[in-house]
């Protein structure tokens, strides 16, 4: 199982369409915030862990350790990342599902921050001291 990305191509006041990314992530521009991208969450089997939740949700295969054990390969969020924390001692990941630059907040999809359950719409502060930094596939 794995997410599936779907971008909405709003346009500007003047009628331009927002470019994308190389990678089919928005590219950054001031107006971001009225470019949505829609993720789109599986449902999966994989008992109480969120490690396996997120591979699962990014279709990713190989071993990747417990979530303390994933290097970060950006400190910048971006929607579809993963974000890493220090949030128990094994660590904690989950699914960057919305970010608001002018707010500093992203919004998080993950499994087993309440124990065993799926949940979505946890909003953390881009400044968290716990968040360790966010993990892009193929970045």
Same mark, same amino acid.
């Given at each position: 199982?794995?997410?599936?990305?779907?971008?909405?191509?709003?346009?500007?006041?003047?009628?331009?369409?927002?470019?994308?990314?190389?990678?089919?992530?928005?590219?950054?521009?001031?107006?971001?915030?009225?470019?949505?991208?829609?993720?789109?969450?599986?449902?999966?089997?994989?008992? *109480? !862990?969120?490690? +396996? !939740?997120?591979?699962? #949700?990014?279709?990713?295969? @190989?071993?990747?350790?417990?979530?303390?054990? !994933?290097?970060?390969?950006? #400190?910048? +969020?971006?929607?579809?990342?993963?974000?890493?924390?220090? @949030?128990?001692?094994?660590?904690?990941?989950?699914?960057?599902?919305?970010?608001?630059?002018? #707010?500093?907040?992203?919004?998080?999809?993950?499994?087993?921050?309440?124990? *065993?359950?799926?949940?979505?719409?946890?909003?953390?502060?881009? =400044? =968290?001291?716990?968040?360790?930094?966010? !993990?892009?596939?193929?970045?």
């Amino acid at each position: 199982m794995a997410i599936s990305f779907f971008l909405s191509q709003p346009k500007t006041a003047n009628g331009m369409e927002f470019p994308v990314g190389e990678i089919g992530l928005p590219t950054v521009y001031p107006l971001q915030a009225e470019m949505k991208l829609i993720i789109k969450i599986k449902p999966t089997n994989t008992n *109480c !862990w969120c490690v +396996p !939740w997120v591979k699962a #949700q990014l279709g990713i295969t @190989e071993s990747m350790g417990d979530a303390k054990d !994933w290097k970060p390969n950006t #400190q910048i +969020p971006t929607i579809g990342a993963v974000v890493i924390t220090r @949030e128990s001692s094994l660590g904690h990941v989950g699914l960057v599902t919305d970010y608001d630059p002018a #707010q500093g907040i992203i919004t998080i999809s993950e499994k087993n921050f309440v124990h *065993c359950t799926v949940t979505h719409g946890r909003k953390l502060s881009v =400044n =968290n001291p716990t968040i360790v930094g966010y !993990w892009v596939k193929n970045l």
